[in-house]
């Protein structure tokens, strides 16, 4: 199994702060990554597909890259509705393995 | 709307069964492969298992192998896990995710809003 995962764990944050959370795979995936944003008590929700698109209704802060074993969540200016969790997804192989997540929070 | 629903979670003894139930609206279910993605309090999501829009393909995560069995019933537009031989370790949130395919690439792209299985004594 491909083993995704993420640093930090969790972060601390302001309004309007630019976050880089970051995913690294145990093996090359090319660009079979996705993110998903969970806030609490919520189910997750897609953000990132193929490493750096956007799916659609997603707000153009969020921004993803990367490419082989390392890739990057960028949201570019903080929003109170961004303090989640994330967990970025290999779809390269089965079973479709998650990162550990990282948890954003308030400063 | 697009809209999946999670039913059937509730609390069981260790060995018990449960069968979770997924109702799919808003879009053609036979269409689309199907999840079930767990979550256990506190911690980060698991995928469990996949099946394919005919059924012809499944999948199962090491841990629930050969205990947990998915199918669907695309009459009904409706998704099912029948979990057997529930341990402790089982408890989760359980979620049904619509699997969806952008070219080459695959993303979870529809998630239920989860039902909670407890499996305690």
């Known amino acids: 199994d491909i083993q995704m995962t993420q640093s930090p764990s969790s972060l601390s944050a302001s309004v309007g702060d630019r976050v880089t959370i970051t995913c690294r795979a145990s093996?090359?995936?090319?660009?079979?990554l996705n993110w998903y944003q969970q806030r609490p008590g919520k189910a997750p929700k897609l953000l990132i597909y193929?490493?750096?698109s956007l799916q659609s209704g997603v707000p153009s802060r969020f921004s993803g890259s990367g490419s082989g074993t390392d890739f990057t969540l960028t949201i570019s200016s903080l929003q109170p509705e961004d303090f989640a969790t994330y967990y970025c997804?290999?779809?390269?192989?089965?079973?479709?393995?998650f990162g550990q997540g990282t948890k954003v929070e308030i400063k | 709307e697009v809209q999946l629903v999670e039913s059937g979670g509730g609390l069981v003894q260790p060995g018990g069964s449960l069968r979770l139930s997924c109702a799919a609206s808003?879009?053609?279910?036979?269409?689309?492969?199907m999840n079930w993605v767990r979550q256990a309090p506190g911690k980060g999501l698991e995928w469990v298992s996949y099946?394919?829009?005919?059924?012809?393909?499944?999948y199962y995560g090491d841990s629930v192998k050969g205990r947990f069995t998915i199918s669907r019933d695309n009459a009904k537009s409706s998704l099912y896990l029948q979990m057997n031989s529930l341990r402790a370790e089982d408890t989760a949130v359980y979620y049904c995710?619509?699997?969806?395919?952008?070219?080459?690439?695959?993303?979870?792209?529809?998630w239920g809003q989860g039902t909670m299985v407890t499996v305690s004594s």
């Open positions: 193929a490493a750096s």
């Open positions: 997804q290999q779809t390269y192989s089965t079973p479709r393995t």
């Open positions: 995710a619509r699997h969806y395919y952008y070219g080459v690439n695959d993303a979870f792209d529809i």
């Open positions: 099946i394919s829009g005919s059924s012809s393909t499944i």
């Open positions: 808003g879009f053609t279910f036979s269409s689309y492969p």
């Open positions: 093996q090359s995936i090319a660009s079979y």
